[in-house]
């Protein structure tokens, strides 16, 4: 029987009960708040020690008996070596499933458990940390490349800036230019990507392409002033040529007259030499 105390509480008369311990459940029924505080004082979760077998050795391992598998599985990975992921447990017979409880699959303190290592499942995981090394190392490269390709933007920019003042840019300078935007061009082609790297990739060819068009497009006003100073150096070339050959012929006709001068002695002496000698029969008498 409930005392007067509790009727006269329970009927709305004088309570010693604090409102606030009770709440409402979802049914509508008035019920006392519950203490979590004291539900764990009061209740503690049993640690069970399972004897786990991993080819010719035992591992003893102390876990709350209302761990998960998986649990277990971090707890061993410790103890052999082996990931989580490359883990599989069999217990009565029967491979668990990491979601799965200790306590809702049976385990109890002193149960075996046998562990063997998932070979599909290490390669599955070692291809996926490839690729996922891959797609880093070219989010790396593709960054990279990015700031590069900003650096000759400037360089673009500045020569666009000279055009536009009036003064002829070197040829070097946009042919040099043109190299590395293409060498970056060929880079973003090698790269293998795919999502939103793939999406950045097409943006980044599209800038060093409208780059690359921009410095033929100043290839080709360079081209209309050298083409004149070409002509006057053709012409310069020319006119030089044209005056080359009298000079020459000059210097030639010197040299023969001089020639000439220095073998007249030598050609009259011959010729002295070359005179028939005439014999007479006139004799000349002397008194």
Known sequence: MLSMANKKSIGGGE????????????????????????????????????????GSTYHDICISSQASFGDLKKMLADHTGLHP????????????????????????????????????????????????AKMEKSSKSLSQIGLEVEKFADQVKALEATVSRGHEVQQMDVDNLTGFLMTSLVRLDELAVKGDLKLQKKILEKKVQKHIETLDAMKLQNKTPRSNGDKIQVKQHEHSMEKGPIATQK?????????????????????????????????????
């Open 251 to 287: 210097e030639q006709m010197q040299e023969k007259q001089k020639s000439l001068t220095d073998q007249m002695p030598t050609m009259r002496q011959k010729q002295r030499q070359s005179e028939p000698v005439v014999f007479t029969t006139k004799w000349e008498t002397f008194d």
């Open 85 to 132: 992921l490359d883990q599989k447990l069999t217990y009565k017979n029967k491979e668990r499933d990491s979601k799965a409880y200790l306590d809702v699959a049976g385990v109890k303190d002193g149960s075996k458990i046998l562990l063997v290592e998932d070979i599909a499942s290490k390669e599955r995981r070692c291809l996926e940390m490839l690729k996922n």
């Open 15 to 54: 309570s010693s009960v604090n409102p606030k311990e009770w709440e409402v459940r979802p049914g509508g029924m008035l019920v006392q708040k519950r203490d979590s505080s004291s539900i764990q004082t009061s209740f503690s979760i049993p640690t069970i020690r399972v004897r786990v077998k991993y």
